[in-house]
Structure formats: structure tokens, C-alpha cells
């Protein structure tokens, strides 16, 4: 159970890399928390770019958010991991803001040809980078009016496909159905109609602190062990779903292939077998529960009346 996007003062936020992964260590039900600061507030005459080896020694921020997600887990030791990551965003909202990690480096919207233009043309650019960097894993922020939906997800391709595997479905740090939380399950729709492939998360968009405790959303990987290796995995191969409760576990198979998998043609047969195990032990009934498939429709639902 983690966070996979917030800020520190690197970038727009409050508190230092080290303030914020020692507060967020402690939380209960966090295992894991990802900075992101915005990659424009960065050494941005430095040269680096995503494949920038040397990136640490180039840009100051870059190498203090990036120790201090290794300073973080090796004292946790086994118990709580930091990531450090990045947030490609463009001024005036549009096209949108997306999170990238597990890169050497970053890039920011003042590098060409990131600069604002034509939206189209400037989130091309930045696909096109992301898939000459195969390694990287990226994920759509808080799709909507405000920061963009990716020109309405109109430039998927079967190879971008590859390399943005995320979407929040709940961004900000209000209290879950207050003003300062901001759902868009209709985006995740949207976009899963348009042929992306996506796993949703939730995630609080940390600008002011209490990171990991400013509510109870969580960004939830299906792993072996806790490891930043492993976490990385889960997040490529689509095993992570998004919840509003932090203790809420979900663990599913569809004829035995997990939460995640992507099944060719002919791998099951005219009907499917469901399987879900869910678990919420500090409430008292899990409620209803939907199996959902295009354009929103509702192909089966129970409600489940134990935790």
C-alpha cells in the first residue's frame, strides 16, 4: 500500500526529500511513497535527459531526491521503500501532467521540443521520448479540465501503450469526498475505451505535507516482497489498483490469470470464471461490488454483505 505522486520543496511543495520520506515511514498502511517533483524546478541548464547516467552529478535536486529514496530504504530495511520520480507537466494545464520513473535522468517541458506549442506536437514529443527509453514507466495525473486529458487520450499507440501503464483515478490531499479530492473513474473509462491499457491508482498529490497520512487513498501493488525492484514490476506489468480505503485488499483471477494480465485471442473460452478475494477487516461489509467492461456497462455485481 503506497503513494505514487508528491512534491517536496525541490519543486511547489512543503518540506524536504528527507522530511517527507521519514513522516511518510510512519504512516500506517504505507508501504511505499514516490516523490515527484516537477522536473522544471530542476537544474534545467544541466543537459540531462532520461538517459543522462550522470544525471546526479549534473542537477543537485535530482541527486538529493534520489539519495534520499536510498537513504530511506536501506534504513527501513525491508519494511518501507522510497522512489524518486519525476513530474512532466506544462504550464496552463494542457495537455496534462504525467509521472515518470525508474529513469537515470528527466526532462523537462523548458527542453526542446517540449515547449509549450501545440499541444499534440508537445505530448508527441514527450511519447516518442518515453519510448526510446523502454526501461521507464509513466502514468496520466489527475486527467481533467484542469490539468488536461491528454488531448482526450488521442495519440495512443500500441508502443506508448507499453510505457504508460498508470492513471490516477483520485488525485489530491482533501479528505476522501471533500473539495480537496478530486475522483475521475470516468477518464480511466474513457481512456481503456480508447484502447489504452492502464492500471488505476489514487494517489494524494502531496503540496502541503502529511505525506502518506493526508487521507486514507492508496496506490495498492500486487508483489512478492517489498522492493523497489518489485514495485517497478508491478507497475510495468499493470498489477496495481486504486482504493479509497487503506486497508482494503483485492486479489483477483479470470480463469487463473492475475490481476494485470493481457490475454490473446483464444486464451479463454466463451465464458470466463471470476475470482475475487477481498478483505477489509477495520469495516464492516465490503458493500457492491461491479465487474465493469466497455463504455461503462455493467456485466455482473453482488453485494457482499462481510468484510
Partial sequence: FGQLHAHTNLSDGTGTVEQAFDHASKVDNLDFLALTDHSNSFDNDANVHLDSENAEELSEEWEE????????TERENGTFVGLYGF??????????????????GFESRN??????????????????TLNENPETISQFNHPGDTF?????????????????????????????GSSGYFPSYEYYQRALDKGWHLAPTNNQDNHKG???????????VLVDSLTQENIYDAMR????????????????TLDGYIMGSILEDGATGDTVHLSVDLSDPTDASIGKVQVITNGGLVLAEKNVSGN
Avoid: C
Wanted: charged share 20%.
Fill in 65 to 72: 531526491g534520489r539519495s534520499g529514496a536510498r537513504n530511506i
Fill in 87 to 104: 513530474e512532466m507537466t506544462w504550464s496552463g494545464g494542457a495537455p496534462g501532467h504525467i509521472n515518470t520513473f525508474n529513469s537515470d
Fill in 111 to 128: 527542453y526542446a521540443p517540449y515547449k509549450k506549442g501545440d499541444n499534440y506536437d508537445v505530448l508527441q514529443a514527450y511519447f516518442d
Fill in 148 to 176: 488536461g486529458d491528454f488531448m482526450d487520450f488521442s495519440l495512443y499507440d500500441p508502443v506508448v501503450d507499453n510505457q504508460i501503464t498508470l492513471i490516477e483515478v483520485g488525485n489530491g490531499e482533501g479528505a476522501i
Fill in 210 to 220: 502529511l505525506w502518506g497520512d493526508a487521507n486514507t487513498a492508496r496506490s495498492v
Fill in 237 to 252: 506489468n499493470y498489477r496495481v489498483y486504486a482504493t479509497e480505503d487503506n486497508d482494503l485488499s483485492i486479489y483477483y
